[in-house]
C-alpha cells in the first residue's frame, strides 16, 4: 500500500488547481463528481455493492510540512493527516487525504481520531452544521492517463478541515454515463 499512497501523494501535489467555477466540466457526469458540495463518500456509495476505506496513514503532521495554502485555509497548527483509499466492490477508487487542525477535533460528537474505516464524509455529513466551501477542482496527467482531483474545506460544527482526493482510473468519473 505504500507504493500507492507514494504515487497519490506525487500526483496531488502536481495538480493545477482551478477555482470551481472556472474548471471545465465536459460532462455532466464529470460536473456531478467534481462540482457535488455534498458527501462524495455517499455519492460512491450509490455506484457499487460495497464502500470501503483502507488506511494508508493516520499520523500528526506539523504545521511547517503543509503549504501555503494549506496554512491559509486552516491556521498555523498541527493537523492530524488521514490518507485513505476508498474503494468501491474492492476496486479503487479515490485517494483521500485530509488535513484536520488539532482544535477542529476538539468538541465534535465524533472522535475523528477514532475514524478507523469509516469514510470520513459519512461522519461529517451527518453533523447538522457540516458544509464545504474553497472548492477547487484540476487535472493531472500520469502514466495511468488524465485523473481528476478536487480539494475543498470541510466545517463540521464550525471548525475546519482540507479534504483532496485524486479520482484513481477506475472510479465511477470515467464511466461515459450517467446511471
Not at 7 to 26: G, I
Not at 37 to 49: A, F, G, N, V
Not at 56 to 68: A, G, I, Q, R, Y
Request: proline content about 4%; hydrophobic content about 35%.
Amino acid at each position: 500500500m505504500s507504493d500507492i499512497n507514494s504515487w497519490c501523494a506525487s500526483a496531488l501535489k502536481k495538480v493545477q488547481w482551478q477555482e470551481a467555477d472556472t474548471f471545465k466540466c465536459h460532462s455532466e457526469w464529470q460536473q456531478y463528481w467534481l462540482l457535488g458540495l455534498d458527501s462524495l463518500s455517499r455519492r460512491l456509495e450509490q455506484h457499487c455493492q460495497l464502500l470501503s476505506v483502507s488506511v494508508l496513514d493516520n499520523t500528526h503532521v506539523n504545521p511547517e510540512t503543509l503549504t501555503e495554502v494549506e496554512l491559509d485555509l486552516l491556521g498555523d497548527e498541527v493537523c492530524l493527516r488521514r490518507k485513505v483509499i476508498l474503494k468501491g466492490d474492492q476496486n479503487s477508487w479515490v485517494y483521500g487525504r485530509t488535513l484536520i487542525p488539532l482544535s477542529s477535533l476538539q468538541d465534535q460528537p465524533h472522535d475523528l481520531t477514532r475514524q478507523g474505516q469509516v469514510p470520513l464524509g459519512v461522519t461529517v455529513f451527518s453533523a447538522q452544521s457540516a458544509h464545504r466551501d474553497k472548492l477547487q477542482v484540476g487535472k493531472i496527467e500520469t502514466e495511468k492517463g488524465m485523473l481528476f482531483a478536487r480539494r475543498s474545506r470541510l466545517w463540521m460544527n464550525e471548525k475546519p478541515m482540507l479534504v483532496a482526493e485524486l479520482f484513481l482510473p477506475n472510479a465511477p468519473i470515467y464511466s461515459k454515463e450517467m446511471n
